[in-house]
């Protein structure tokens, strides 16, 4: 399925800048859990914003469409969308199997591996036997808390998951947790660049495994809005064809998170 999924990534972006439905005075609501920088998160006057809320407005321009942003706890992300909460999850949601059975999505609209993260000299590797009796936390609902509950845990590694990034590594700080393992760009822009992570760092290389990790970031919708979905795509393959994708890319990065 993957590589059917694949295959469709690479002809809907072939298709280039190919326009979008006008879609002026729509309202389409967003789903986002705004606790993820530098992709989604807040600022200190409760903003939103981020690498993939900039991203995601600048489809919705596109479009000419009202987007109304929805917030939502990332374990009841998809079941939201499910009730009709909202219309499309905004959230950097890894494309996988798993998930493409209850859902749609679109075209990738980035990609980056996951890695662990632990104190600097731990000489921790992201390995069962490296793992084996120490605490690693992962988001819930995440494709790293699939990952290590299937791969890691029946291991002797415990696992130990959290509503929210920023309370992994809150119990990362203060020692309660070993390691935890996120997406590479959330870990590196969210956490190490900032001066509660100096003391830690990755471990060990990327973890890319397709089964669990997918092939990219994209957006979620409900199997019967076909329509939307492919609206959104033509929109995202715009913005990626005129410029406006790479000028926020480099806002946030110094390399292309959009990846191979």
Same mark, same amino acid.
């Given at each position: 399925?993957?590589?059917?999924?694949?295959?469709?990534?690479?002809?809907?972006?072939?298709?280039?800048?190919?326009?979008?439905?006008?879609?002026?005075?729509?309202?389409?609501?967003?789903?986002?859990?705004?606790?993820?920088?530098?992709?989604?998160?807040?600022?200190?006057?409760?903003?939103?914003?981020?690498?993939?809320?900039?991203?995601?407005?600048?489809?919705? !321009?596109?479009?000419?469409?009202?987007?109304?942003?929805?917030?939502?706890?990332?374990?009841?992300?998809?079941?939201?969308?499910?009730?009709?909460?909202?219309?499309?999850?905004?959230?950097?949601?890894?494309?996988?199997?798993?998930r493409a059975e209850q859902i749609a999505f679109s075209d990738k609209y980035s990609n980056a591996p996951s890695r662990l993260?632990?104190?600097?000299?731990?000489?921790?590797?992201?390995?069962?036997?490296?793992?084996?009796?120490?605490?690693?936390?992962?988001?819930?609902?995440?494709?790293?808390?699939?990952? !290590?509950?299937?791969?890691?845990?029946?291991?002797?590694?415990?696992?130990?998951?959290?509503?929210?990034?920023?309370?992994?590594?809150?119990?990362?700080?203060?020692?309660?947790?070993?390691?935890?393992?996120?997406?590479?760009?959330?870990?590196?822009?969210?956490?190490?660049?900032?001066?509660?992570?100096?003391?830690?760092?990755?471990?060990?290389?990327?973890?890319?495994?397709?089964?669990?990790?997918?092939?990219?970031?994209?957006?979620?919708?409900?199997?019967?809005?076909?329509?939307?979905?492919?609206?959104?795509?033509?929109?995202?393959?715009?913005?990626?064809?005129?410029?406006?994708?790479?000028?926020?890319?480099?806002?946030?990065?110094?390399?292309?998170?959009?990846?191979?």
């Amino acid at each position: 399925m993957l590589n059917t999924i694949r295959i469709s990534l690479l002809a809907l972006l072939c298709a280039g800048a190919a326009q979008a439905e006008d879609r002026t005075g729509q309202t389409i609501r967003l789903g986002v859990d705004p606790t993820y920088p530098p992709l989604e998160y807040k600022q200190p006057d409760g903003s939103l914003t981020g690498f993939g809320i900039e991203i995601t407005e600048a489809i919705c !321009a596109e479009l000419r469409a009202n987007c109304v942003w929805v917030e939502s706890n990332w374990d009841g992300i998809i079941p939201s969308l499910q009730a009709r909460k909202f219309d499309v999850i905004a959230s950097s949601m890894t494309i996988t199997e798993k998930r493409a059975e209850q859902i749609a999505f679109s075209d990738k609209y980035s990609n980056a591996p996951s890695r662990l993260v632990a104190r600097k000299g731990s000489g921790l590797e992201p390995t069962a036997a490296s793992l084996r009796g120490k605490r690693i936390g992962v988001q819930q609902g995440s494709s790293q808390e699939n990952f !290590a509950r299937a791969v890691w845990m029946p291991e002797g590694v415990e696992i130990v998951s959290y509503q929210t990034q920023d309370q992994i590594y809150a119990d990362l700080i203060s020692g309660r947790l070993d390691a935890s393992l996120q997406a590479s760009i959330q870990a590196s822009e969210g956490f190490l660049k900032k001066p509660d992570g100096a003391g830690f760092e990755f471990a060990g290389p990327d973890m890319n495994d397709p089964a669990y990790f997918g092939i990219g970031s994209g957006y979620g919708f409900r199997k019967d809005d076909a329509a939307l979905r492919e609206d959104w795509n033509r929109a995202f393959a715009a913005i990626r064809a005129d410029g406006t994708y790479r000028k926020i890319n480099d806002k946030y990065f110094d390399f292309d998170v959009y990846g191979d």
